[in-house]
């Protein structure tokens, strides 16, 4: 290399860094599914990237989770570099139970952690949480686990208070205009929180956990019982767990994290109430523990999970279905001022709008991550329109579903829409 080649390479580095890559970068974007479609459901994936540059994706698979026992958590490896993803492997099973909604995530020693819920009754709010631990996660298929057990719980009476009190002021809102499904909802939702054993099951994951400072995990929980969210909190590397106080709302679940630069954390939470549908945020200054009302913002959800990321250049970005009603349009939005704005959206799915259902995708439960290299990496739920599933599985079930991945950068997202979104609903690179 010339030294007037060098100096010129390094000015165009000292450029990238001062406008935290964006800017700079040739916007690209590719996407494939990381398992033809099939019959079987397929559904709520995550992606993390190991030390070696490996991407590695969890997935639930099975006939149902809500009816049947066959469902089991699978994984998928992409080696670094290459391109193409393994034929899916087996990474949790509890026999004769649906495991469901997995997640994982690295700590700071470089353990790779999978949680997952095993569902004990084939009903949301039967819910164990279980994980396993690997520090050897390097080779091919799945990491070989060291550890495995369960993540318990014991809200207690602090938990019941922050539920009355949440609900005493929504009764003082509603100013006597409850309904009577509303009211025994409330009476529902009271007798749940003074039972121990009810505080203590039900809790599900869905968004990555969230390490701070290097020191304290947090892994965001939700119930569907309840219909609101929690965090397990521990400060000793997972030896032993804690609960934040509830995060009560009108529906608020699957909370997902960012920390602004001041240090307060802000959850993002679907929507699992009545409309306006919004995306719920609530923020906590004192690390996790204690967490302020829960409010509407202006993000629009129709009922279904999203993920927000802390890119390394400061600005936020969000995965999340851009609608008020249907999962047909898969969005990622960029914020430059910690989420007061998504000035830059990009879809990565949007079929057309119609009345016909059996016309429409469902795009969804996304996971993201940002690479050591900068890029982005999301994995989703990928449905194909129930019209445009031509074949079915030899047990008579449309092939129709699989798990779609999509590597990407922020300056494609910042770049708007080119081609259309809406013949981006058709899966590439396979």
Not at 27 to 35: D, N
Not at 282 to 308: L, Q, Y
Not at 392 to 418: C, L, M, T
Request: hydrophobic residues 35%; contains cysteine.
């Amino acid at each position: 290399m010339t030294i007037h080649t060098a100096v010129a390479a390094a000015l165009a580095l000292c450029l990238t860094g001062l406008h935290g890559g964006a800017a700079q970068e040739a916007p690209f974007h590719k996407s494939t599914l990381v398992f033809p479609l099939e019959g079987w459901h397929n559904h709520s994936s995550m992606i993390v990237e190991l030390p070696n540059r490996d991407l590695l994706v969890c997935w639930f698979h099975g006939s149902g989770e809500r009816t049947a026992d066959d469902v089991v958590v699978r994984g998928a490896r992409m080696r670094g570099g290459t391109g193409a993803w393994s034929a899916p492997f087996l990474l949790a099973d509890t026999p004769g139970y649906p495991d469901t909604n997995p997640t994982m995530f690295l700590d700071p020693q470089e353990r790779l952690w999978l949680l997952w819920p095993a569902i004990l009754a084939n009903e949301w709010h039967t819910a164990l949480m279980q994980f396993k631990i690997s520090t050897r996660h390097a080779g091919e298929g799945a990491p070989e686990w060291e550890q495995q057990g369960l993540l318990l719980l014991k809200p207690g009476e602090p938990f019941q208070q922050k539920v009355e009190e949440a609900l005493k002021r929504f009764e003082r809102e509603a100013a006597g205009s409850l309904d009577e499904r509303m009211v025994e909802h409330m009476a529902s939702i009271r007798k749940q929180a003074s039972d121990k054993l009810s505080r203590r099951l039900g809790w599900m994951t869905r968004a990555h956990p969230t390490v701070l400072d290097g020191t304290r995990i947090i892994v965001p929980l939700y119930s569907d019982g309840y219909s609101f969210s929690l965090m397990a909190i521990s400060d000793d590397r997972g030896a032993t767990w804690h609960a934040s106080e509830p995060l009560v709302g009108r529906g608020n679940i699957q909370p997902t994290i960012a920390r602004r630069r001041d240090g307060t954390l802000v959850a993002y939470m679907r929507d699992n109430g009545p409309p306006p549908k919004r995306l719920h945020i609530s923020e906590s200054k004192d690390r996790g523990d204690t967490w302020s009302d829960v409010r509407d913002s202006d993000i629009p959800n129709p009922g279904t999970g999203a993920e927000v990321v802390v890119l390394r250049n400061g600005h936020w970005a969000l995965i999340y279905n851009d609608l008020e009603r249907g999962r047909y349009s898969l969005a990622v939005s960029i914020s430059e001022d910690e989420g007061a704005t998504w000035p830059h959206t990009r879809h990565l799915e949007q079929d057309p709008p119609s009345e016909d259902q059996n016309a429409l995708g469902q795009y969804h439960y996304p996971s993201l991550i940002q690479a050591a290299d900068g890029s982005l990496h999301a994995t989703y739920s990928y449905f194909l329109p129930p019209a445009r599933a031509a074949a079915k599985d030899s047990e008579g079930r449309p092939v129709r579903k699989s798990i779609k991945y999509a590597h990407f950068n922020e300056a494609w997202v910042r770049q708007g829409e080119s081609p259309p979104a809406a013949t981006a609903a058709q899966p590439t690179g396979r």
